[in-house]
T-cell receptor, first 115, second 111 residues
Framework: NAGVTQTPKFRILKIGQSMTLQCTQD?????MYWYRQDPGMGLKLIYY???????DKGEVPNGYNVSRSTTEDFPLRLELAAPSQTSVYFC??????????????FGPGTRLTVL | GENVEQHPSTLSVQEGDSAVIKCTYS??????FPWYKQELGKGPQLIID?????GEKKDQRIAVTLNKTAKHFSLHITETQPEDSAVYFC??????????FGTGTSLTVIP
């Protein structure tokens, strides 16, 4: 199992550009999450999904969009990049299926800089 | 929502000494408390977790204690080794709901 994979690892964007951060998991987890991590701060939840076709906002959703067409993939879209979106982005997944299991497995992260 | 505070923000210990990191939470309904270790350039990795129906859990050199009345929980690492150097995050959640993370503790173990 590769676990949770993210691409790209690094990206520099200009203000106003758009991009999609990719996230894939091969553990057949139904829950997936996107977090951002700013220096000296904890992880803040951007969006999450409880299954294919279902997404919901987290603490800091403004400026982002997500979709979940398959169990494996959960891409994060930035439409008009702003300097405030400079951060490290982590994707995570967990399994909940009637049996409580809250362990979240994280990908290696994408470091995004908006100039 | 839940508010999780974590202290200290940085911690340096001599190899072989113990390290303790403390977190407090605000929502008495929270019942799941994981701890994550994040090494440089990597994603957070779960090292230990505890649920509100127990007061302490151990896994080799790592232990977590929970005081529900005071709403705080702590990570204890004994016999520290240089490979324990990393950033550690605590989190709190109500099972089935989102995690709320602390701001992290950067632990340095000095050989």
């Amino acid at each position: 199992n590769a676990g949770v994979t993210q691409t790209p690892k690094f990206r520099i964007l200009k203000i106003g550009q758009s991009m999609t951060l990719q996230c894939t998991q091969d553990m057949n987890h139904n829950y997936m999450y996107w977090y951002r991590q700013d220096p000296g701060m904890g992880l803040k939840l951007i969006y999450y999904s409880v299954g294919a076709g279902i997404t919901d906002k987290g603490e800091v959703p403004n400026g982002y969009n997500v979709s979940r067409s398959t169990t494996e993939d959960f891409p994060l879209r930035l439409e008009l990049a702003a300097p405030s979106q400079t951060s490290v982005y982590f994707c995570a997944s967990s399994s909940r299926g009637g049996r409580v299991s809250d362990t979240q497995y994280f990908g290696p992260g994408t470091r995004l800089t908006v100039l | 929502g839940e508010n999780v505070e974590q202290h200290p923000s940085t911690l340096s210990v001599q190899e072989g000494d113990s390290a303790v990191i403390k977190c407090t939470y605000s929502d008495s309904a929270s019942n799941y408390f994981p701890w994550y270790k994040q090494e440089l350039g990597k994603g957070p990795q779960l090292i230990i977790d505890i649920r509100s129906n127990v007061g302490e859990k151990k896994d080799q050199r790592i232990a977590v204690t929970l005081n529900k009345t005071a709403k705080h929980f702590s990570l204890h690492i004994t016999e520290t080794q240089p490979e324990d150097s990393a950033v550690y995050f605590c989190a709190a959640s109500i099972v089935g709901n989102q995690f709320y993370f602390g701001t992290g503790t950067s632990l340095t173990v000095i050989p």
